[in-house]
Structure formats: C-alpha cells, structure tokens
C-alpha cells in the first residue's frame, strides 16, 4: 500500500510558477514510477508528466520546458516544477504512483491539489 499526499498548489497569476509536492508512505516509494495528473474542469485526467524509478522524465508537450519532474527517494517526495504558468494550466493536479506487477498494475491516487492561474 502506498498512501499520497499532495501539496503546493493554490492560486498563481499567468506567469508565476509553482511548486507541487507529493509526499508518499507505506510502501518502497523507490521502486515506482510516479507520474503527475491534471483534470481541468469538464475534461478528462490527461498525463502531465512522469518519472521512472531510474529517473528518466517524459513530459506532455503542452508543458514541455516549463515545468519539471523530480524525485528525492531519501524523502519519499515526488515534485513538479511548474513556470511561466498559463491559465490553461488550470486544474486539479493528482499524483500517482505504479508499477506493474507480474501483469498486474499495482497503482495508487493522492487526494489531488488545486492549482488556478489567472490575473
């Protein structure tokens, strides 16, 4: 079991940055790969970007050189550095960590943090 918990969003003007964090416990936080979410209202949850246990990144291109995806593995902490901020990127952000199992996907939610751009 792998509990999730989100933190850092909040309110940014276009062109502000933000910094998310997603703190997990219960499990071997290392050997997941961890991904970040976001579902903007009246839209499906779209992949933002993810990051392997041996740290390879991979990002959507909306978001591609404006925001990054790290991993401290000493504090069980997942970040997502989000700059120059549009109000496009205005959505609830979900962590999520997985990894699949003999075929099986062994995957878990946090809660989901706000972030809302606008002037």
């Known amino acids: 079991q792998v509990q999730l918990v989100e933190s850092g969003g909040g309110l940014v003007q276009p062109g502000g940055s933000l910094r998310l964090s997603c703190a997990a416990s219960g499990s071997i936080f290392s050997i997941y790969r961890m991904d970040w979410y976001r579902q903007a209202p009246g839209k499906q949850r779209e992949l933002v970007a993810a990051i392997t246990s041996g740290g390879s990144t991979n990002y959507v291109d909306s978001v591609k050189d404006r925001f990054t995806i790290s991993r401290d593995n000493a504090k069980n902490t997942v970040y997502l550095q989000m700059n120059s901020l549009k109000p496009e990127d205005t959505a609830v952000y979900y962590c999520?960590?997985?990894?699949?199992?003999?075929?099986?996907?062994?995957?878990?939610w946090g809660q989901g943090t706000q972030v809302t751009v606008s002037s």
């Open positions: 999520h960590a997985g990894r699949s199992v003999g075929g099986t996907l062994d995957d878990y």
